[in-house]
């Protein structure tokens, strides 16, 4: 699969554990996109304000990234989503303010299991058709944004138990309401998330034990919910900088540098040196079992992301990220093996 295949989609969602880098993963695709001449609207879950952040350092930058004026964020928020709802289908205003004012109502919207999950997800699923929706009464309710339509749509999703809380409802909620409205809701919502040509789920971890065994829950949980992962992102790879044997041979090097010698700059310099070749030598090995363990696990394309070294990590790193991104996928889909694979050294 190019990186065109998966920008191709209207919907694309982030999910990974905590940290692992959702928020760049999507950044980077974002810019790719709005770098091919697509509208993109990004989305995340009311509370979160990384993406926006990542963003605003976007807009900020010295050198901003092309096509960040086709590049829209949304905050989406399940209570309100509901609220934008009821206003649809109810439009006398006056009763509306009366419902949401009562106590009733909040204590309902704080206690339905679900329902907000099921109210954001339904907002997502508007935002993402609203190329074709120009006959639901929401597009003509002018509610959220008026501007054009977006072509592509990327969710950051929270963390991952709460990603597929999200992801999960439209299905409960099919189940739960075997008639009626929301049934009908939920099989527009659920039809648009199981359609692979529509809709993708990035699947983002970086390769280490714990992450990586959340991953492979992450995986199982997305197939019990019907709804393939479109690529795997591994984050943070490190490389090694040496092979073994050259690795070894600095390491017999720097134990002969006797301790008075290694107060000298240069000598100090050679030791530090050789410790943190060590370490990454370390760290690639680590990568490099649960990379294997995560590819076993997939058959969708593998995306391999370096660890970027810097000072700060800011919008050029990733747009490095992007740039990286592009590289892999492009590898994958030119060598047509058997499981996608984004190898070697990031530069
Ligand atoms: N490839 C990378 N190389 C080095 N550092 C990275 C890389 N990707 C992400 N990071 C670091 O990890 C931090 C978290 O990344 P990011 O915000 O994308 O993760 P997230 O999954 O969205 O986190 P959260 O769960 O907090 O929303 C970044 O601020 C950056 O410092
Ligand atoms: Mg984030």
Same mark, same amino acid.
């Given at each position: 699969?190019?990186?065109?295949?998966?920008?191709?989609?209207?919907?694309?969602?982030?999910?990974?554990?905590?940290?692992?880098?959702?928020?760049?993963?999507?950044?980077?695709?974002?810019?790719?996109?709005?770098?091919?001449?697509?509208?993109?609207?990004?989305?995340?879950?009311?509370?979160?304000?990384?993406?926006?952040?990542?963003?605003?350092?976007?807009?900020?930058?010295? %050198?901003?990234?092309?096509?960040?004026?086709?590049?829209?964020?949304?905050?989406?928020?399940?209570?309100?989503?509901?609220?934008?709802?009821?206003?649809?289908?109810?439009?006398?205003?006056?009763?509306?303010?009366?419902?949401?004012?009562?106590?009733?109502?909040?204590?309902?919207?704080?206690?339905?299991?679900?329902?907000?999950?099921?109210?954001?997800?339904?907002?997502?699923?508007?935002?993402?058709?609203?190329?074709?929706?120009?006959?639901?009464?929401?597009?003509?309710?002018?509610?959220?944004?008026?501007?054009?339509?977006?072509?592509?749509?990327?969710?950051?999703?929270?963390?991952?138990?709460?990603?597929?809380?999200?992801?999960?409802?439209?299905?409960?909620?099919?189940?739960?309401?075997?008639?009626?409205?929301?049934?009908? &809701?939920? &099989?527009?919502?659920?039809?648009?998330?199981?359609?692979?040509?529509?809709?993708?789920?990035?699947? #983002?971890?970086?390769?280490?034990?714990?992450?990586?065994?959340?991953?492979?829950?992450?995986?199982?949980?997305?197939?019990?919910?019907?709804?393939?992962?479109?690529?795997?992102? #591994?984050?943070? #790879?490190?490389?090694?900088?040496?092979? &073994?044997?050259?690795? %070894?041979?600095?390491?017999?090097?720097?134990?002969?540098?006797?301790?008075?010698?290694?107060?000298?700059?240069?000598?100090?310099?050679?030791?530090?040196? #050789?410790?943190?070749?060590?370490?990454?030598?370390?760290?690639?090995?680590?990568?490099?079992?649960?990379?294997?363990?995560?590819?076993?696990?997939?058959?969708?394309?593998?995306?391999?992301?370096?660890?970027?070294?810097?000072?700060?990590?800011?919008?050029?790193?990733?747009?490095?990220?992007?740039?990286?991104?592009?590289?892999?996928?492009?590898?994958?889909?030119?060598?047509?093996?058997?499981?996608?694979?984004?190898?070697?050294?990031?530069?």
């Amino acid at each position: 699969m190019s990186l065109a295949d998966l920008l191709s989609r209207r919907l694309l969602f982030t999910v990974g554990k905590g940290g692992v880098g959702r928020t760049t993963v999507t950044v980077a695709l974002a810019l790719e996109a709005v770098r091919r001449g697509k509208r993109v609207l990004v989305i995340e879950f009311e509370g979160a304000r990384g993406l926006e952040r990542a963003l605003d350092a976007h807009r900020q930058a010295r %050198d901003p990234a092309p096509g960040l004026d086709r590049l829209t964020y949304l905050a989406v928020d399940g209570k309100r989503a509901l609220e934008e709802y009821l206003e649809m289908i109810i439009p006398v205003r006056r009763l509306l303010r009366t419902i949401f004012d009562s106590a009733i109502y909040q204590y309902f919207v704080a206690a339905a299991p679900g329902l907000k999950e099921l109210m954001a997800i339904g907002k997502i699923w508007y935002e993402a058709n609203r190329a074709d929706a120009e006959g639901d009464p929401r597009a003509a309710n002018g509610n959220a944004d008026d501007g054009p339509h977006p072509d592509l749509v990327i969710v950051d999703a929270p963390a991952t138990g709460h990603s597929l809380q999200y992801l999960r409802m439209p299905q409960a909620a099919h189940e739960a309401f075997p008639v009626g409205l929301v049934h009908r &809701e939920a &099989e527009r919502v659920l039809s648009l998330l199981r359609d692979p040509s529509k809709t993708g789920v990035v699947v #983002v971890s970086i390769a280490e034990e714990m992450p990586a065994n959340e991953t492979l829950e992450i995986l199982a949980g997305l197939e019990g919910i019907g709804l393939q992962h479109a690529a795997l992102v #591994v984050n943070q #790879v490190h490389a090694a900088p040496c092979s &073994e044997e050259e690795l %070894d041979a600095l390491r017999r090097e720097a134990e002969t540098v006797e301790p008075l010698e290694a107060a000298a700059s240069d000598a100090a310099l050679f030791v530090e040196a #050789v410790r943190r070749a060590e370490e990454e030598s370390g760290w690639a090995r680590i990568n490099a079992t649960h990379v294997a363990r995560l590819e076993a696990a997939t058959r969708a394309p593998v995306a391999l992301l370096p660890y970027v070294f810097c000072e700060e990590f800011g919008p050029e790193q990733v747009r490095e990220i992007g740039r990286v991104l592009r590289a892999r996928f492009e590898e994958t889909s030119a060598s047509a093996k058997p499981r996608g694979v984004g190898r070697g050294r990031a530069s």
